[in-house]
């Protein structure tokens, strides 16, 4: 990835800290308790990660959030992937969302996108907030036990990660544009 490509991620991050705080802290309804604190997704205080992995981040199957089938994450191995983390409770994930419909219609050729849906055992919350914010342009996965989340170091949301064809990742909080997202997508396939 490019220089410019860290920095930028670096200062998005850096400057959105207190955007992430809108989630971080807040009540998840659907289990009675709080949510993780801390450090942005994938970041190590407020700083993006960049980690080589050994083998493919998408070493594992989940369930998608709309139709309920198993989704093989190896098929997105040695592609440029944007994840978006997302709650179906969050607000903060609500208003994203009209950012997230507008990314979604101007991603570049040869990048996925995919939603993991967390925080939340309730499938029935997950399609409502795919259908009621208009996100169903791409794939959603439910992760209910946290595993995807935890797999890619997001402890809160809404957060992004971007994989590289490599398997290269940056993490980055929520409160990207759509301009943003399109930016970083165009990086994904420089490198």
Same mark, same amino acid.
């Given at each position: 990835?490019?220089?410019?490509?860290?920095?930028?991620?670096?200062?998005?991050?850096?400057?959105?800290?207190?955007?992430?705080?809108?989630?971080?802290?807040?009540? !998840? +309804? =659907? @289990?009675?308790? %709080?949510?993780?604190?801390?450090?942005?997704?994938?970041?190590?205080?407020?700083?993006?990660? *960049? $980690?080589?992995?050994?083998?493919?981040?998408?070493?594992?199957?989940?369930?998608?959030?709309?139709?309920?089938?198993?989704?093989?994450?190896?098929?997105?191995?040695?592609?440029?992937?944007?994840?978006?983390?997302?709650?179906?409770?969050?607000?903060?994930?609500?208003?994203?969302?009209?950012?997230?419909?507008?990314?979604?219609?101007?991603?570049?050729?040869?990048?996925?996108?995919?939603?993991?849906?967390?925080?939340?055992? !309730? +499938? =029935? @919350?997950?399609? %409502?907030?795919?259908?009621?914010?208009?996100?169903?342009?791409?794939?959603?996965?439910?992760? *209910? $036990?946290?595993?995807?989340?935890?797999?890619?170091?997001?402890?809160?949301?809404?957060?992004?990660?971007?994989?590289?064809?490599?398997?290269?990742?940056?993490?980055?909080?929520?409160?990207?544009?759509?301009?943003?997202?399109?930016?970083?997508?165009?990086?994904?396939?420089?490198?």
């Amino acid at each position: 990835m490019t220089v410019k490509f860290r920095a930028l991620i670096g200062a998005t991050t850096a400057g959105l800290a207190l955007l992430l705080a809108g989630c971080a802290g807040d009540a !998840d +309804p =659907a @289990a009675g308790g %709080e949510t993780a604190g801390g450090a942005s997704p994938a970041t190590d205080a407020g700083t993006p990660s *960049t $980690d080589a992995q050994a083998s493919t981040p998408f070493d594992f199957t989940a369930t998608t959030v709309m139709s309920g089938e198993e989704f093989d994450a190896t098929a997105l191995a040695g592609q440029d992937v944007v994840l978006w983390f997302w709650a179906p409770w969050c607000p903060t994930c609500a208003a994203e969302a009209p950012i997230i419909a507008e990314a979604i219609d101007g991603l570049p050729e040869g990048v996925t996108m995919m939603g993991v849906a967390g925080r939340s055992d !309730d +499938p =029935a @919350a997950m399609q %409502e907030f795919v259908t009621d914010y208009g996100v169903g342009g791409i794939e959603h996965l439910a992760d *209910t $036990d946290g595993s995807i989340w935890a797999n890619f170091s997001v402890a809160s949301q809404p957060a992004f990660v971007f994989v590289n064809d490599d398997g290269t990742m940056q993490g980055s909080g929520g409160g990207l544009t759509a301009d943003d997202i399109d930016y970083y997508a165009n990086e994904l396939l420089k490198s």
